[in-house]
């Protein structure tokens, strides 16, 4: 069984969407490491139906020289969606919300939810949706 561990920029005033316009100059290379690390020991990243989106336009045309090119290419993915049925990008399936919490039971070894505060909000309900999971780990970067 592993953990679900949010790894989402978000600002202290709670801004977590476009992130690509406001975090470049707080991304540091110690911050790389950091996800670099966490993206190598993770079983699988965990993205929303809109994240998935942009990822998999950008990141599959990308070469192995690009940093974080091949971790986002290789990496399971799991994919937080009622609507998207069979997704294209290497790695991917696709989770119903409900059943976001319950990923750690099946995996073998942690899981890296990116870029989804909706993904980030469905760990944190618990496999009941009444309460905080303690298994779900959350952290936030000044803007």
């Not at 707080?26 to 966490?38: G, K, N, P, V």
């Not at 929303?48 to 998999?56: K, L, M």
């Not at 505060?117 to 618990?126: D, F, H, M, N, P």
Request: with cysteine; proline share 7%.
């Amino acid at each position: 069984m592993g953990k679900l561990y949010s790894y989402t920029y978000m600002s202290l005033d709670g801004v977590v969407e476009s992130p690509e316009k406001w975090t470049s100059p707080y991304f540091s290379d110690q911050m790389a490491s950091d996800l670099t690390t966490r993206l190598e020991a993770a079983a699988g990243m965990v993205l929303g139906h809109v994240t998935y989106n942009e990822f998999a336009a950008f990141w599959p045309n990308q070469d192995d020289s690009v940093p974080f090119a091949t971790l986002n290419n290789s990496i399971r993915k799991y994919v937080i969606s009622s609507t998207l049925s069979d997704p294209d990008w290497q790695n991917s399936r696709v989770v119903p919300p409900n059943e976001v919490a319950n990923l750690k039971f099946s995996a073998e070894g942690d899981l890296h939810i990116t870029g989804s505060g909706t993904g980030t909000q469905l760990a944190y309900a618990g496999p009941t949706g009444r309460g905080a999971d303690p298994d779900v780990s959350c952290c936030s970067r000044p803007r």
